[in-house]
């Protein structure tokens, strides 16, 4: 399939959906996983930045961006389907070479947020503005997904994250997706942002389709799967350490 195709792929993704059927991304942090997420046969993925940092030995957060942009090559690559990519605040990079450097990568979207590298919320007006040139740059070339924080930052208000959301889209933005944002302000966030809402699954949450009946059109799930599978890593490395041979993790006896 054609960069283009892909990229208009994932736009028909978010669209027309029923209400209790949002679009359900997981999050690959390598080639590996990307291709066990696609056999499974699921339609698109989204790459957690956060992910990819644990699974290159950094903090959220300080993964180089020439590391980032390696490793959402390779899982584009091990893959069919249209990939989103999870590029944190964009590293600085201006529009223009922000967007090449992720059309290089063959990602037909991008996941942008409102944080700055200092730890603080980025003024809304000049972030729109940013989100503005990235879309003029690419134009229908990528899927933009922006990221509101003021969840993550502790304004406990949909209020907040609407007024954002909306400068957001208006600057260009496909989705919008306020993340940690709790499933009871779902439905008010669904009514106040003219755009397909993403939200982030937790342990313990609702079900994907009560998530989406509340307004959710997009579900993703950040480092959680990458955290859950390496619960399952320590679990293996506790039997190796314990009966000291592989069992049924091993290859068939001769």
Request: net charge negative.
């Amino acid at each position: 399939m054609t960069a283009d195709a892909l990229t208009g792929s994932l736009r028909a993704l978010h669209s027309g959906r029923a209400a209790d059927d949002p679009l359900v991304v997981p999050g690959p942090w390598d080639a590996a996983s990307a291709r066990a997420f696609e056999e499974a046969g699921f339609p698109t993925l989204a790459t957690p930045s956060a992910g990819i940092a644990a699974s290159l030995g950094y903090e959220d957060g300080r993964t180089p961006a020439a590391e980032m942009f390696a490793a959402v090559t390779r899982i584009v690559r091990s893959v069919s389907v249209p990939v989103t990519a999870d590029l944190e605040d964009g590293y600085g990079l201006a529009p223009k070479e922000l967007v090449a450097r992720v059309l290089e990568t063959g990602a037909a979207g991008v996941n942008l947020e409102d944080s700055d590298r200092s730890g603080g919320l980025k003024d809304p007006r000049r972030h729109a503005d940013w989100l503005a040139e990235v879309r003029a740059e690419a134009g229908p070339a990528l899927f933009v997904n922006a990221r509101v924080d003021t969840y993550v930052h502790g304004v406990d208000d949909p209020a907040a994250a609407i007024e954002r959301a909306r400068l957001y889209t208006a600057a260009g933005a496909d989705c919008v997706y306020p993340i940690t944002a709790p499933a009871e302000h779902l439905p008010p966030l669904r009514a106040g942002i003219d755009a397909p809402l993403n939200a982030l699954a937790l342990p313990g949450g609702p079900p994907f389709a009560e998530l989406g009946r509340l307004g959710a059109a997009r579900i993703t799930f950040g480092q959680g799967l990458l955290l859950r599978t390496l619960r399952g890593v320590a679990e293996l490395a506790r039997e190796l350490g314990e009966f000291g041979e592989l069992g049924e993790f091993g290859p068939p006896r001769a």
